[in-house]
Structure formats: C-alpha cells, structure tokens
C-alpha cells in the first residue's frame, strides 16, 4: 500500500463566483488526487467555502440582501461547478456548518485556557480585501499592493492571540524542514519575514461592528477573526466529514495545504503557530506541507470583476471543454510562477499539443488499423531497431513523469509526454503505414508500425488521465484497456511496454481533439470583449456618465433636523426617522443606518441632508417620505452627511 495523503484547498470566499482563478488550484488537486491514486496512495481530497467576515458582509449589504442568503448562494454556485466539472473532492467544508463552528470554539477555548489570549486595545491598518491587518513594510504607496485600496485604520479593544510567543519554534521549524514549502523562494520569502519581531495576531472583533462570525466562547461581545475561523477548516472537516465520520488521526499527519501566493503568511505563519498553541500538530511529519502557486494573469494584467476579464468555469466549459483547459493549466504554469492565461495562448496549445499531437497520432493510426486490420489491434511478434527509440522515450516519460509530478514541476511532467508523442510522430512518418497498408508482404511490419502507435497512445492517456480524466478514459475504452487506473494494479505494470491486447475490436475511430480554427476563436474572442465592453457600460451608467444642471436642479435636497430616532421592530438594518423640514408635520423616513448608528436617539437634533421630493415609498413598517444622505466605506464608516454650520430646516442645498 503506498502512503496517506491529504489534499486541501483554500476555502474560497463567497463575495465572488468562482472564476478559473479559483478553478486552478482546485483543478490542480483534483488533479493531486488522481495522479496519487494511480500511484497506489491512498488520498483525501477536501475544498469548501470561507463565509464569514467583514468583506462578505459588506457585499451582502451592498447587494442588500441577507449575509445568509449571499452565502448560500454562492456557496451552492461553488459546489454545482466543481460538482458539474466532475471534481473528485470527497468533501466539501463551509464555515457556517455547525461541525466546523464547534471546532472553531473548542479551539479557541483550548488556546484561551493555555493562556495564549489576551484583551488589548490595538490600532492598525486593516485591509478588507486581504481581511488582515498590514503593516506600513507591506505597503506599496500607501496603499494594500494587491487590493490597491488604502487600508483603513482601526482603533478599538479586542483579544489577541500570542503569535509572537511562537516566532523562534516557527524558525527552527524551517530550518529543520526546509522543503516544508515549495518552491522554495516561498519559503525563502517566510524566513525573511520571520527575520522581523512576529506581532500577536488580533483575533476577534466587536459585534458592534460586525456580527458575522463565530461567537467567542469565552466573551458574546465578539466574533472570531476570520483567518482563524477559516483556517481551522483543514481540520474540523477531518473531525467530522459531511457523512459524520472522524478521520482526523487517519489523514492528518498527511496535510498537503495548495494554496496560491496570496495567502502564503496566513498559512505559513497563524496557522502552524495556532497549531503549536493549540497543541494539535500533525505528528509526523511535524507540520503539513505547503504547496504554493502563482497567478494566473489576464493578457498580463490582473483578472479582475471590474475589468470584465474573467473567465467563468461554466462559459469556458461550453466553449472549449474543461478537459481542455486543464491540460493548458498544467502545461503553461510553472509551479510557483505566474503565468497568462488568453484565449489565443490556449488555442495555441490545444492545437499544436492535443490536436496535432496525441489527436492526429491516434486518428493516423487508428483510421489506417480500420481500413486494413479489420479495426483490431494486431498480435506482433516482436519489435525491431526502429522501434527502439520510441520504445525507450516511452520508458523515459514513465520515469519523469511521476518524479516531475512529485516535486510540482507538472509542466516538465507533460513535456515528457510530449517528446514521447513526437518520437512515436516522427516513427510513424519514417515508416509510412498508409504505404505499408498497400503492400501485401508487408502486413507484418504493418501490425508493428499500428501497435507501436496505438501503444504509445495508450501509455500517453495513462500518464495524462490525471490531467484530463474523462478524455483519457475514453481513448483507454476505445483501446481495450480495461484495467482500472485506481493503484489496484501497479503503475510500472500499468505502463509497461506491450500492454494492448491483440485481436480487440476497436471500433470507430473516435475524433479526438478536433482542431480549433481561426473562426470559432475569433467568436469566443467576440463575446469576451462584449462582456468586457458591457462591464464598462454598466460601470459608466453608475459612475461615469455626465449629467446637466437641470437635472441636478431636479433634485429637491433641503437641511432637514432629526428629531426622533429609534429602531424598527423586525428590521436589523433600518432606523425610523422624524424629519424636521418646516412643514406642517415632521417627515417619516427609514434609514438604513442601524448599523453605524446602533444608539439611535443620539441622531436627535443632527441637521442631514433630505432629498424632499423622492417618491413616497410603502414599506412593511409604514411609508417612507424622503431620503438622507449618507456615505459609505464600508459596513463600520458609513456617516450621515451633515452640515458645519448651524442651518435652518428646510434650507434649499444647492
Ligand atoms: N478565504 C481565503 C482562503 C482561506 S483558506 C483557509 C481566500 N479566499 S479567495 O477566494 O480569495 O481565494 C484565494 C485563492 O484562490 C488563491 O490562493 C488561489 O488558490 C485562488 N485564486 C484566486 N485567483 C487566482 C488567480 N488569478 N490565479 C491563481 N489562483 C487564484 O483567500
């Protein structure tokens, strides 16, 4: 039996649907998963979704729905793609599951009791995108270097977990372990910054400023931090799988986290040093392995919503097929780097690698066994000098593969199959079957030249069906090949030489990887760009788009007085508002501001901005007459716009 391994990874955010940003590194250990089992190791595969946070509530609220009813959704959209895709995940975590909530307490519990949480007041710079504070080294500008936003500076008491206590355990750990995170200039990049003093980690914040998380166990005032809610998803997943089965002891000495270089800190440094604390450290070997990739790029620049550059799992799949898009993954990235993903680099590739390579091999041979074999595999005596080279690059690319697999270099992996492929291409050129095929006396060598080449396929769709399962599988049904690619026969049996079975019908010849042409990308390309322009469109109607005094001018804004202001039964965002206008009667308006305002009577006598002429809107609670002004940077800092001067209700503000 070979080794225990567990595949993560990340739990991704639901303020986004997935894009294939978060399909790669999904892709990548389905694809893990797969090459293991072939090599008779026994895997896990777990991935799921981080729900709580900050960044998550203020997408909810900006949509205005329920933070419950984005998550559900969101997390549903994640599950049906991996789920339609064919990803061989085993479970699927998100945060807001009760298994994973009680184990995020009884961790912080067991933290808190070693006496490794405190209650601090504490200022930063915290940035929501990252949801972490940074510090000013991290800066570029001013600002986050990755959200390019201004981080938020934040002053307020909350607990905090001793990070710092753990620095020296976590640099001897390295040491001792340098290959614990590949490829190694990340790990170089977390020496360097542990070279710096570890500050403590702020790991609650106020419900009255955010309510969504995981209560503390040990103060209802606060909510867990979310990195160290999401974290703990490596493990409380094992604790209790979807099916209520406890595998923790089974496969966790065996974590293999993949993760992309964004989050590399939050897995390199809080969660080995909560690990320590919380006194469950995998056994052997010490700590999990770290597998760290780079990004993928659009045209060179960032994939990004607001750019109306990315890709959708789903879109792509109809386009070109997934199977497709995961060879490209696995070819054009190397590990640890970034790379670019276009519509035209992948059609490059698909054409020149799939299309002309193992396609047309397989079409070639296949198409010629049919005509002049009878459609069946031929039974061959032996093989002769020609066939030398291409039996020896077949025995080359089993040996690479795996060990480029090993060590996360998937791209040389597949080169390996590719030089086999253009060995077996150039084989079948010299030899010429299609000539062979009309020559009677020559029906020997022609047996020979037609199994090498279904041979080769053959040994090629073993090697690549991790990468692209259900293509592979297809071509090894079309070839006979009935033995099952689970680790229950031997990888080195599996591939080796003169695996076919003579006599086989083959069948029709299946029409593999068709070439993509010019057309059908240029249409793809076509919608791309709507989607873009349509993005921009949408953007400019929001923000962009110029408008004229009279329309401004139509506008009736005036200085209106708060005289009264209390919450709404039933309503956990609004406050209803009393409106001083100097009409006969107050005005009656609902605000949606509860959540920056959670002591309402303290609005009493705040002169605001009312737009007097907005329709009367009905709402459950009665009618709204009006709308103040108010600005939002998120859910803690929206503010009523006020005046600085003492004004008098029913000013006109122009
Ligand atoms: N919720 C946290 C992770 C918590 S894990 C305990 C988070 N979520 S995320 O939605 O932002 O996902 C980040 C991850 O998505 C990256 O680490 C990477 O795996 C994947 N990717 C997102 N965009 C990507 C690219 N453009 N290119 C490659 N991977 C990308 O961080």
Redesign the pocket.
């Known amino acids: 039996m070979g080794r225990t391994v567990y595949f993560?990874?990340?739990?991704?955010?639901?303020?986004?649907e997935p894009?294939?940003?978060?399909l790669?590194?999904?892709v990548l250990v389905d694809t893990l998963k797969r090459f293991h089992t072939l090599m008779g190791d026994e895997v896990y595969f777990l991935t799921g979704?981080?729900e709580h946070?900050e960044k998550i509530a203020q997408v909810a609220q900006k949509q205005g729905i329920a933070v419950e009813t984005l998550t559900h959704q969101v997390t549903e959209t994640f599950r049906n793609t991996w789920r339609q895709i064919g990803l061989c995940n085993d479970d699927f975590i998100h945060t807001t599951e009760p298994r994973h909530k009680e184990y995020v307490q009884q961790v912080l519990k067991r933290v808190y009791d070693a006496g490794d949480i405190y209650f601090d007041e504490y200022t930063g710079l915290y940035c929501v995108g990252c949801?972490r504070y940074l510090t000013q080294t991290e800066l570029k500008d001013g600002k986050c270097p990755d959200h390019q936003t201004v981080p938020k500076e934040l002053k307020e008491s909350n607990y905090f977990f001793k990070m710092g206590k753990y620095q020296q355990a976590l640099i001897d750990h390295i040491e001792r372990n340098p290959t614990w995170i590949r490829p190694e200039r990340f790990c170089n990049e977390v020496r360097s910054f542990l070279r710096q003093p570890l500050d403590d980690l702020c790991i609650s914040r106020p419900k009255s400023r955010l309510t969504w998380g995981i209560e503390l166990p040990f103060d209802e005032n606060y909510v867990t931090y979310?990195?160290f809610d999401?974290?703990l998803?490596?493990v409380s997943a094992l604790k209790q799988t979807s099916d209520g089965r406890d595998i923790h002891d089974h496969y966790w000495p065996g974590c293999n986290h993949?993760?992309?270089?964004?989050?590399l800190k939050?897995?390199a440094i809080y969660?080995p040093t909560m690990l320590m604390s919380a006194n469950i450290l995998p056994p052997k070997p010490l700590f999990n392995q770290i597998d760290v990739?780079?990004?993928?790029?659009?045209g060179e620049s960032?994939?990004s919503k607001s750019l109306g550059n990315v890709v959708r799992p789903m879109t792509f799949d109809q386009q070109f097929g997934i199977e497709n898009l995961r060879y490209f993954f696995m070819r054009e990235m190397k590990f640890g780097q970034?790379a670019n993903f276009t519509y035209e680099l992948f059609v490059e590739r698909y054409n020149a690698d799939l299309a002309n390579g193992l396609g047309n091999l397989l079409s070639r041979v296949a198409s010629i066994a049919k005509r002049s074999l009878d459609g069946k595999i031929p039974e061959v005596t032996g093989f002769t000098e020609a066939e030398a080279p291409v039996i020896t690059a077949a025995t080359e690319a089993c040996q690479q593969y795996p060990t480029e697999f090993e060590n996360r270099r998937f791209h040389l992996a597949i080169e390996s199959i590719r030089k086999l492929l253009a060995a077996a291409d150039g084989y079948v050129n010299e030899c010429q079957p299609w000539r062979l095929a009309k020559e009677e006396d020559k029906r020997d060598d022609l047996a020979r030249v037609l199994y090498t080449g279904l041979e080769v396929v053959r040994i090629a769709a073993i090697l690549l069906s991790p990468v692209m399962p259900k293509t592979c599988q297809g071509i090894l049904d079309y070839l006979g090949e009935r033995r099952q690619l689970s680790g229950d026969v031997l990888f080195a049996d599996l591939t080796a030489w003169g695996g076919l079975t003579p006599g086989h019908n083959l069948g029709d010849v299946p029409r593999t990887f068709p070439r993509i042409d010019d057309k059908k990308l240029k249409s793809v390309l076509k919608a791309a760009e709507d989607q873009a322009a349509k993005k921009v469109a949408k953007d400019d109607n929001n923000t962009g788009k110029m408008v004229t005094i009279d329309d401004v001018d139509k506008v009736d804004l005036r200085v209106g007085v708060i005289l009264k202001a209390e919450m709404v039964e039933g309503a956990d965002k609004l406050i209803r508002l009393a409106v001083d206008l100097n009409e006969d009667r107050p005005r009656q308006v609902f605000a949606g501001i509860r959540s920056a305002y959670p002591e309402p009577q303290g609005l009493v006598g705040t002169q605001v901005i009312v737009v007097a002429n907005l329709k009367p809107r009905k709402m459950k609670f009665g009618v709204s007459e009006g709308m103040v002004l108010a600005a939002s940077g998120g859910t803690d800092r929206l503010c009523l716009a006020t005046f600085d001067g003492d004004l008098h209700p029913g000013d006109r503000v122009s």
């Not at 739990?11 to 986004?16: D, K, P, Q, R």
């Not at 894009?19 to 978060?22: D, L, P, T, V, Y």
């Not at 993949?258 to 989050?263: E, F, L, M, S, T």
């Not at 990739?293 to 659009?298: A, D, I, M, N």
């Open positions: 993560t990874t990340p739990i991704y955010y639901v303020n986004a894009h294939i940003g978060h790669y590194t999904t979704t981080d946070g949801e979310v990195w999401a974290l998803n490596y993949v993760i992309a270089k964004d989050i939050t897995h969660w990739h780079g990004y993928w790029l659009s960032k994939m970034d």
